[in-house]
């Protein structure tokens, strides 16, 4: 009885909000372990910026052929998994699974072959790094890898529980940053300061910890197998579909699903591709590469930071939505997704600002020996809340089966990424100040500005979601105090203190005058505040302190 009682404590359900707290702990502390791990890179004798150029190239053509073998398909499984379930087909889900896994594991085998044969090529003529070619032979192997671990989360995930990929995330990226600083560390004592095998000693890391996360995941699943076998012999509702027909809706899914991630993988591409031949109209290959290695590294994983806090809501979003469409309760998830971009903009919105404000004191703390690139980071900033926003709405879009109309809203404004990025990289910043590496990160906001209004129109189409200016009209006075108390704490504590310290203090005070000026202003109606563990209790409180009343 022991064992039953455990083994259904691992597939019992977890809450949207129990989900959102395990992926947000999960996300953000990835995310800190990854921008530790750059911060390491980036400051090491050796590697720097050039690394980070060599590197980053690689990794997007890696990234980009993840993208095809296995990126659509966690959300794909996920909906086709909760869909069944909703109904009580055990079975059935069982069966996607299980197709999926060999499917897409002979797809992702083969995409590592063809990257580990094409690398030299790759990387001569495609990126025209040639550095590059010893990166992409040490990622091509983790292709294979992280397609069978896709899978088996997009299974968890359609099951509603999410601790298992958050765990399997939270092991990839502990090892992925001790096995980088280990290899690193043995390559410089050995080989020299050869910033070509550092950086493929970087992917190499990234190979491994891929590699780890799937034995995990494999031994998470062989846990639970009985159980599951259990669950299946009790299905109900099921009905029988063959092979080819399963391949043919896992493929209706997962395709549709697949191409905006891969039309985002195309985006990041553009950069490597146009960034380094256009700014050698003006500059050396050595200088063209240290910028394309400044905005890759440094500035993309500062940006891509606070995404950490926005993936624990996309992640809960879709099987939540795929599950109300397959029960026509639609109420409940509507709340769910208001409550979710609201929070996008009230964590996108200072984050951008502070970007902006404090640009170059913050690569100076966190990059002291590589600190250049403050007006690209204070540029791409500003895609940060369009981004999140985009995240939430495509989650949402791809949980009510409309899997076209996110990839058609990213072709457009790929579209105008590829035009703009030809236009203005190639002109000297000393022409036009928005010239070179800064039309690379310009041409990246506009196309998230373009998607967000494209796709939050397509999204009210087809769903009545209350969300417009009124929802942003508060998060932006709360911002723009926050602003004016930044401005003045840092200039104010630079005087007295180190310029890191104020940095940190600054932050700090900011961010608790943000938390305080959303209470006062009431950003939170009293339902969204009862959506949050304890609500009752929180609400309770700020009633007391006069903040709300009944």
């Known amino acids: 009885m022991k064992n039953t009682s455990y083994k259904t404590r691992k597939l019992k359900k977890t809450s949207f909000l129990k989900n959102i707290a395990i992926l947000l702990f999960a996300h953000i502390f990835i995310k800190i372990l990854g921008v530790i791990n750059k911060i390491y890179l980036t400051n090491k004798t050796g590697f720097g910026d050039e690394g980070n150029a060599i590197y980053s190239s690689a990794f997007q053509v ?119 600083i280990a290899l690193i560390e043995f390559i410089a004592q050995t080989t020299g300061l050869d910033t070509k095998v550092m950086a493929a000693g970087a992917a190499m890391a990234s190979t491994i910890s891929e590699i780890t996360c799937f034995a995990y995941l494999y031994r998470y699943y062989k846990s639970v197998k009985r159980d599951i076998a259990v669950e299946i012999k009790n299905s109900v509702n099921y009905k029988y579909k063959g092979i080819r027909q399963t391949i043919k809706e896992i493929l209706c899914v997962s395709l549709p699903m697949s191409i905006s991630p891969i039309l985002g993988g195309i985006n990041k591409n553009i950069d490597s591709m146009t960034i380094v031949r256009g700014l050698k109209n003006f500059m050396t290959d050595t200088e063209a590469i240290l910028q394309y290695g400044i905005l890759s590294g440094k500035v993309d994983t500062l940006v891509s930071f606070p995404l950490s806090f926005n993936a624990a809501f996309t992640s809960t979003l879709i099987p939540v939505v795929s599950s109300a469409k397959a029960n026509g309760n639609y109420e409940r998830a509507k709340k769910k997704i208001e409550f979710s971009m609201l929070v996008s ?206």
């Open 345 to 550: 903009v009230l964590i996108g919105l200072p984050c951008t600002v502070g970007m902006i404000v404090l640009a170059a004191p913050i690569l100076r703390f966190l990059f002291p020996n590589q600190p250049s690139g403050a007006f690209l980071l204070q540029i791409s900033s500003i895609s940060i809340t369009f981004l999140m926003l985009n995240q939430n709405i495509n989650s949402v879009l791809l949980g009510l089966g409309k899997t076209v109309l996110p990839a058609l809203c990213t072709i457009i404004g790929l579209i105008i990424k590829l035009v703009l990025n030809n236009i203005l990289v190639p002109i000297n910043p000393s022409t036009f100040i928005l010239g070179g590496t800064a039309g690379a990160a310009t041409a990246t906001v506009i196309y998230h500005i373009v998607s967000y209004f494209i796709s939050i129109h397509i999204l009210k189409k087809n769903l009545k979601i209350e969300f417009g200016i009124k929802n942003i009209i508060k998060p932006l006075i709360a911002t723009a105090m926050t602003t004016i108390v930044m401005i003045f704490c840092y200039n104010k504590f630079l005087s007295i203190f180190s310029e890191n310290l104020c940095i940190i203090i600054t932050i700090t005070i900011s961010a608790i005058v943000y938390v305080i000026l959303l209470l006062i202003l009431r950003v939170f109606s009293k339902n969204e505040i009862m959506l949050i563990p304890n609500g009752e209790k929180i609400y309770n409180i700020l009633k007391k302190l006069r903040i709300y009343k009944d």
């Open 62 to 180: 890696y990234a980009l052929f993840l993208t095809i073998s296995s990126i659509g398909i966690p959300n794909a499984v996920s909906k086709l998994i909760s869909e069944r379930l909703a109904i009580g087909d055990t079975k059935g889900a069982q069966k996607v699974f299980k197709i999926a896994i060999l499917f897409f594991g002979i797809i992702g085998f083969l995409l590592s072959v063809i990257l580990f044969t094409f690398a030299h090529k790759i990387a001569y003529e495609w990126i025209q790094i040639p550095e590059a070619e010893l990166s992409l032979l040490a990622l091509s192997p983790a292709i294979f890898f992280t397609s069978i671990s896709a899978i088996i989360k997009g299974y968890f995930n359609g099951r509603e529980n999410l601790n298992v990929g958050a765990n399997s995330q939270t092991i990839e990226q502990i090892f992925r940053t001790i096995l980088t």
